[in-house]
């Protein structure tokens, strides 16, 4: 008789209907198989992100992609650090035992990071940072490449869905100056040190809780929003990146000068004729996977130059009560699901 193999399962959070944070279930299932140009990863810690509660929602397409081809049930997360326990025979540069961290084939919805074990491109990942935990790098990529194509290098030629003119980064440096408003969060937060790291004075923009955490990440200058209004307190800045985005993201277009720009994270509210009569530039990007630009990242937080803040960790189990963490708002950093020690 031949012999018998029973296939590898493991533990992974899935949806098997769209809803609120009681429809995430943690199933027993096969572990992947990695395919051409992939790895198999032994997950360590996932970050939770936007896309993760949209998917759960119900949002299956990313805007400007193909339809989807997600069918119930799935495994959502795109944010993974963990170690390399297979490789795929054409790839190079990655062997089994590496540590490494990535953003799973975004913007899909098809990352799969919530569970023991992901299928992950080996072009999506970089070596974590030695000096940095599994919890803290898996923190840092969709929030990471966020802050860094939105301001340092978009780094591809993809047409963005949500305009037709290339994302262009405002060039930073001493004398210029960025507003960051939602600077305590995610991509908030590493906007902030990002902008320090090249020189700019940045103004940060969250609640009156975040101010001590925000001057120590290096910001010039604090306003609390619950207290003040923005756009009567600064005026003449080059740049503001606004992860907040919503109806209430135009006020900010006061804040500049002629020739500056409003990045808009989350699509806002804009009125073509003001920001033509205002001469400034809106523009928006979306995230891509990227793992030399995560290398990069990586290398500024293994020196220190930028840290990541956590704001809560949950075991892979509790995968609803992080949502449920998330849904509270007023994050601190990330939120972080713990899966191997």
Do not use: C
């Not at 073509?272 to 996977?289: H, N, P």
């Not at 809560?312 to 449920?324: C, F, G, K, N, V």
Request: aromatic residues 6%; without cysteine; glycine residues 12%.
């Amino acid at each position: 008789m031949p012999a018998h193999t029973t296939a590898r399962t493991m533990r992974a959070i899935r949806l098997h209907e769209h809803g609120g944070p009681e429809v995430l279930r943690h199933d027993e299932v096969p572990v992947p198989e990695p395919g051409p140009g992939e790895v198999l990863v032994r997950v360590h810690a996932v970050g939770v992100n936007p896309p993760d509660w949209y998917l759960r929602g119900g949002l299956t397409s990313v805007p400007g992609e193909p339809d989807s081809t997600i069918s119930l049930p799935v495994i959502p997360g795109t944010d993974v650090s963990g170690v390399v326990e297979a490789v795929a025979a054409d790839v190079t540069g990655l062997a089994v035992g590496d540590e490494v961290f990535g953003l799973l084939r975004f913007p899909s919805f098809d990352g799969r990071a919530y569970a023991e074990y992901v299928a992950a491109r080996a072009s999506d990942l970089a070596r974590k940072p030695a000096g940095v935990d599994h919890v803290h790098a898996a923190g840092a990529p969709m929030a990471g490449l966020t802050a860094w194509q939105f301001l340092i290098d978009v780094g591809h030629d993809h047409p963005s869905p949500f305009q037709e003119e290339r994302h262009r980064p405002t060039a930073l440096g001493p004398g210029t100056t960025v507003v960051v408003n939602g600077a305590a969060g995610g991509v908030g937060h590493f906007a902030v040190q990002l902008a320090k790291w090249k020189g700019a004075q940045v103004v940060a923009v969250a609640s009156g809780a975040h101010e001590a955490f925000l001057a120590g990440l290096g910001a010039d200058r604090f306003i609390d929003y619950t207290t003040s209004r923005p756009e009567e307190l600064v005026h003449g800045a080059d740049l503001v990146l606004d992860t907040v985005g919503g109806p209430h993201s135009s006020r900010f277009l006061r804040t500049l000068k002629r020739g500056g720009a409003l990045f808009p994270v989350f699509l806002g509210e804009f009125d073509d004729e003001e920001v033509a009569k205002l001469g400034v530039t809106v523009s928006t990007a979306q995230v891509r996977s990227d793992g030399a630009q995560l290398a990069e990242l990586g290398r500024l937080l293994d020196a220190g130059t930028v840290r990541v803040e956590i704001d809560s960790t949950y075991a892979l189990a509790d995968a609803r009560a992080a949502h449920e963490r998330a849904a509270r708002g007023h994050i601190r950093g990330k939120i972080v699901l713990t899966v191997a020690p």
